[in-house]
């Protein structure tokens, strides 16, 4: 039995998105390879940024759910733990969602119209880093980050880390790897919360 059109739809574009990058990824190939017709692609998506919207919302791994449940619960669990888990996600997030993007940086007229496309639908790539500061901030009112931490830069530095890891090894010589994803998280998050956490 086939799968139901949008389904095919998002399955298609993820896999054109991931192999050719974003700029280079028509709706006419991605109607192609989901077997229906430009059209039907029309129906359930109004354009291709709302595409790119639904295929990171629900085929990439998910950041914002998870930071959303951290915010909305400060002081359960361990900081360092919660921060490892954050690492974990946001690593993964951005090793698929860079090689997606990156052919945007290429031309600076699709990335401006990419960018208002974004904005008009409410997102961009600014969320996660506000979603994580919300985070801090939250941990910071019940005293377990410290009062004076720019939980901002600290959201920041974190994830800034998280897409540096998705492209920085591959382009190093002689092909070195990243360190395995479990010990970034933890040495990450170790690090940074050494720089904010509440004196005790």
Known sequence: MQK???????????????????ARTTTKEIARAAACSEAALYKSFASKEELFIAVLDERLPKLGPLLSDLTASPGAGSIEGNLVEVVRQAARFYAQTLPIAASLYADPRLKARHEAALRALGTGPHKPIHGLDRYLRAEQEVGRIAADADTYAAASL???????????????????????????????????????????
């Open 4 to 22: 139901p059109a949008r389904t095919r739809i998002l399955d298609a574009a993820y896999d054109l998105m991931l192999s050719l990058g974003l």
């Open 158 to 200: 974190l994830l800034g880390a998280c897409a540096h890891r998705a492209f920085a090894y591959d382009s190093a010589e002689g092909g070195v790897a990243p360190p395995p994803l479990d010990a970034f998280a933890a040495d990450l998050a170790r690090t940074l919360l050494g720089g904010i956490r509440a004196p005790e």
